[in-house]
């Protein structure tokens, strides 16, 4: 099981600060980063990718600094899936998830078949096979996102870096999903943006982020979690338990 570490990370865009210090530990498991618009969510996530280079700090992966494996190197042991993937909407969907195959064979390579087979079980895994011949342009948000997500799957990645993977997707396929990285994160290692906390709080834990710094690690049960994230996003929030699970309740403010 691969293991991403950061230590004092600070990264600046723009001049500014957008990141300060932060130290965590992502995995084994699945880790949920959450917190308000524009805390650092994003930048972090892209930064453990190895796509923004640290002001100060450090990320490891496995004891190795991200920014000094080759990007093939990176490629067969990060999965990324950021909120808009540059795909040309011309590929079909198989074509697409093949794509994720690249960091293995090469942009020369042909596919064996233990990549097609590798590729079938990704777009069975988020029930996308049926359109495989469809083309990109020709399908719905959702689907979308659902063939994007087999892409991620079929790198085989020890590290899955997921930026808001259920965008456009409906409760169902929702719940499909947060299965799927529970099982997932059995063998790997699944970081996720998550805007909806009810859906987070299936995560093995939250990390809350506010302003750019870590305002907590907490596991679903820990009783500090509802504070901070009360505190992260200046709002009122609950976390109920029902059967098996917690939910995260927003309180309304009387008018
Ligand atoms: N390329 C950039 N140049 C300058 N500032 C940036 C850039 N990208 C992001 N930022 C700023 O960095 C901060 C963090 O952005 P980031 O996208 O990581 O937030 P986020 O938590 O993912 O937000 P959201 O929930 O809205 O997606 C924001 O204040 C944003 O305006």
Do not use: Y
């Not at 079909?92 to 079980?121: K, Y």
């Not at 929702?174 to 997932?184: D, E, G």
């Amino acid at each position: 099981m691969s293991e991403i570490r950061t230590r004092a990370l600070r990264v600046a865009l723009g001049g500014r600060l957008v990141l300060r210090d932060v130290a965590c530990t992502l995995g084994p498991g699945w880790t949920a980063i959450v917190g308000p618009n524009g805390a650092g969510k994003s930048t972090l996530l892209r930064t453990l990718a190895g796509l923004i280079p640290p002001a100060a700090g450090s990320v490891r992966l496995d004891g190795n600094d991200i920014n000094t494996l080759s990007p093939t190197e990176r490629g067969r042991r990060i999965a990324w899936l950021a909120q808009q993937t540059p795909v040309s909407g011309e590929l079909t969907v198989r074509e697409t998830v093949r794509l994720g195959r690249l960091p293995h064979i090469g942009i020369f390579g042909s596919h064996s078949a233990h990549d097609e087979q590798v590729v079938d079980e990704a777009m069975a895994a988020t029930e996308c096979g049926a359109w495989r011949h469809r083309r990109l342009h020709e399908l719905s948000g959702g689907e979308r996102q659902r063939v994007m997500l087999a892409r991620v799957l079929a790198t085989e990645a020890q590290v899955l870096l997921l930026d808001e993977p259920t965008t456009h997707l409906d409760p169902p396929h929702q719940v499909a999903l947060a299965r799927l990285f529970r099982q997932l994160a059995k063998q790997r290692t699944v970081v996720s943006v998550l805007h909806d906390l009810s859906l987070a709080l299936h995560a093995d834990r939250l990390l809350v982020l506010r302003s750019g710094a870590v305002q907590a690690v907490g596991e679903p049960g820990d009783g500090q979690l509802q504070a901070a994230l009360e505190a992260s996003f200046d709002h009122a929030v609950r976390i109920e338990t029902r059967g098996r699970h917690a939910i995260a309740v927003h309180e309304l403010e009387e008018d």
